[in-house]
């Protein structure tokens, strides 16, 4: 089978979650001797050590990250020249399947492109970025967004979310006039969320599948009208942890570990803000991107922190389990409703309990009370009671990998392929009752 895979990064520079997950199913699913080819929205390097020799891959769309200036706002979600380059590359590679994993910064005409040739159309939804272009239903300042509200509430994010001035120098000192109409409640639609919607709604009437690695992902969205006939739950898999040795017994100052930076929308503000009101030492490893300004700010924040704070920097998905063997407890602080959360995953292999929001299906992972301790959403003085909680029981808790057939990668491209096949047999069923009609 000839499978194409879509998305707007294959590289883990940013350790991104969709990005990780296309890469181990296209891993899995060369290793069940299909041919996948990758296409990535953002550039590739000449050679992977990552991935496997029989996947191939390429840069076929274009490079966003060069900035490119567009006249119309639209165009960062409907580029023409991606849609051309892509519609050659599917003529050219003939896929039997085209499976898009994620379509920021892409076109979902894409989706229409692919139906033209007549190919079966996968999409895998790793997070809200269908219905907010933000892709984790957070404003502008990181308030909680319930919805679009039929473009209503998006005009304090739009137009546009992140890149309007570089992107968009037509419009000028229009962003600022209507996202300041909008923060003083006047109501107003935008224009450019409304365009959008309808774009993605219109493009998903020509999806064969809807895939969602959760329960709660898949709910918000066939609650807003996106859904085809084949949805369906497919976890995302993980290779496995690695063999490391692991200290099963916690010493006298447990060792508490973070995967996410200095992005605000993971929460690191409230996980020091935790940390400040806990009265017991501890030590937190801080691993991700961290921006020296930021991390500067933050520092100053801990000028009473009994627990020492260590931040990190960047880290490599390779060097996960390595991290983690050193760790007795995880934390998630995430500010946003995490839809899936790898790390939450990958911390439960490597038998490291983890401590996640009451809201979000990140709490789904595991065991509430055993291996799953969670804290009320947002609120730092409930996390440093749970933290709190961790310590003083941390003997009584134990530190025991957990293997579920589902977290596996071949497990998830072996879900994948069953539904590959259901969706080429029925358009095989349906080409032969329209040739059978006529």
């Given amino acids: 089978m000839k499978i194409l895979i879509v998305t707007y990064d294959t590289w883990d520079t940013a350790l991104n979650g969709a990005t990780l997950v296309c890469r181990y199913l296209a891993e899995a699913l060369a290793r069940r001797k299909h041919t996948v080819r990758i296409v990535a929205g953002a550039a590739a390097p000449e050679k992977s050590d990552d991935c496997e020799s029989t996947i191939e891959q390429y840069e076929l769309i274009y490079n966003y990250f060069a900035r490119r200036r567009y006249q119309r706002p639209e165009c960062i979600y409907d580029d023409p020249q991606q849609l051309s380059n892509f519609e050659r590359g599917l003529k050219a590679f003939k896929p039997d399947i085209v499976h898009f994993n994620h379509l920021e910064f892409l076109s979902p005409r894409m989706i229409l492109k692919a139906r033209e040739q007549g190919c079966p159309t996968v999409y895998t939804a790793h997070d809200y970025y269908l219905i907010c272009q933000q892709a984790n239903l957070l404003t502008n300042g990181y308030q909680l967004c319930e919805g679009p509200g039929c473009g209503i509430k998006c005009g304090k994010c739009y137009p546009c979310s992140k890149h309007d001035r570089d992107l968009y120098p037509s419009l000028g000192h229009l962003s ?4 300041f109409a909008a923060s003083r409640g006047l109501g107003m639609r935008s224009w450019i969320y409304e365009k959008r919607m309808d774009l993605m709604r219109n493009c998903f009437r020509s999806l064969a599948a809807l895939v969602s690695p959760s329960h709660y992902l898949l709910q918000k969205l066939n609650a807003l009208g996106l859904k085809t006939n084949n949805d369906t739950v497919i976890a995302n ?24 930076g200095t992005r605000k929308h993971k929460g690191i503000q409230l996980l020091l803000d935790a940390f400040q009101k806990m009265r017991y030492k501890s030590n937190l490893f801080i691993y991700g991107y961290s921006d020296p300004l930021a991390v500067m700010l933050l520092k100053k924040r801990l000028h009473n922190c009994r627990s020492k704070i260590h931040f990190m920097g960047s880290f490599s998905s390779r060097n996960i389990d390595k991290i983690l063997a050193n760790m007795d407890f995880h934390i998630l602080p995430s500010i946003w409703e995490e839809t899936y959360s790898l790390v939450v995953v990958e911390a439960l292999m490597g038998g490291i309990p983890s401590i996640v929001p009451d809201r979000g299906a990140a ?17 730092s003085q ?28 071949d497990a998830m491209a072996e879900k994948y392929e069953q539904l590959y096949i259901a969706l080429l047999n029925d358009r095989t069923r349906k080409t032969r009752a329209s040739e059978g009609g006529s």
């Fill in 176 to 179: 600022l006039l209507l996202r």
């Fill in 237 to 260: 898999g993980l290779p496995g942890p690695g063999k490391v040795e692991q200290d099963d017994q916690i010493g006298n100052v447990p060792n508490f570990v973070y995967l996410g």
């Fill in 363 to 379: 709490k789904d992972n595991g065991d509430l009370g055993k291996n799953i301790f969670t804290f009320e959403f947002r609120n």
């Fill in 382 to 409: 409930a996390l440093a009671a749970v933290i709190e909680h961790v310590i003083e029981n941390k003997h009584r808790i134990p530190k025991r990998p957990i293997q579920k057939q589902e977290w596996n990668t």
